[in-house]
């Protein structure tokens, strides 16, 4: 099953864009890439997914690499309110079902 | 607004005890999913259920059953608490099995 990789924490000045990488080297053609983050101890929240192709939202927007092995998740506007963990999962969508989440990435929006 | 809940909130059990968490969606929502969280490793699926009469176990099932008797419901029990269950506990649901889970609140366990 594919893994992802992210790093620890991060911080990200208030205004600034943040921009969150993953590592899922190992992801297969028909695995989805989720992100998710968890504000303090409350349960975690979806932000955006994708399979291939760039998606954007109205919370941020997922950039995946063109062979799918990182992809990077972006805050175009961080806020006070966007610090928490941030989750990149990836999700098997056919098959044995498991959504693995990793430790994910602490990020801090600096005043 | 359709939502998730958990209860209880927060627990206090003895090791041995028989224990159960709630969890209650109004989503109409085929797919649950119970979580644990601890320190270092993130969320571990535990159980999950595609519909009524369903369970699956997931990565860190021993000492926990489900069941699913209806659509709104899965219940989490711990047959004999036990220390190591320590933990933060979520539900989750999701409308297909490939897609958006939407979480509870939480549940924190503390086992003495």
């Known amino acids: 099953d594919a893994k992802t990789t992210q790093p620890p924490s991060m911080d990200c000045a208030e205004g600034r864009a943040a921009n969150l990488p993953c590592n899922h080297s190992?992801?297969?053609?028909?695995?989805?890439v989720y992100w998710y983050r968890q504000i303090h101890s409350q349960g975690p929240q979806y932000i955006i997914h994708?399979?291939?192709n760039n998606e954007t939202n109205e919370m941020a927007s997922l950039i995946i690499t063109e062979d799918r092995k990182s992809s990077t998740l972006i805050l175009p506007h961080a806020t006070l309110r966007d610090t928490a963990v941030y989750y990149c999962?990836?999700?098997?969508?056919?098959?044995?079902?498991?959504?693995?989440f990793g430790t994910g990435t602490r990020l801090k929006v600096l005043a | 607004d359709a939502e998730i809940t958990q209860s209880p909130r927060h627990k206090i059990t003895e090791t041995g005890r028989q224990v159960t968490l709630a969890c209650h969606q109004t989503?109409?929502?085929?797919?649950m999913f119970w979580y644990r969280q601890d320190l270092g490793h993130g969320l571990r699926l535990i159980h999950y259920?595609?519909?009524?009469?369903?369970?699956n176990k997931g990565e860190v099932s021993d000492g926990y059953s489900v069941s699913r008797s209806n659509t709104e419901d899965l219940p989490l029990t711990l047959e004999s608490a036990a220390s190591s269950q320590t933990s933060v506990y979520f539900c989750?649901?999701?409308?297909?099995?490939?897609?958006?889970?939407?979480f509870g609140p939480g549940t924190r366990l503390l086992v003495l």
């Open positions: 989750a649901s999701s409308e297909n099995l490939g897609g958006t889970q939407y």
């Open positions: 190992t992801i297969s053609g028909n695995e989805y």
């Open positions: 994708g399979l291939k």
């Open positions: 999962i990836v999700e098997r969508a056919s098959g044995t079902y498991k959504y693995i």
């Open positions: 989503w109409n929502h085929n797919n």
């Open positions: 259920s595609y519909g009524v009469q369903d369970t």
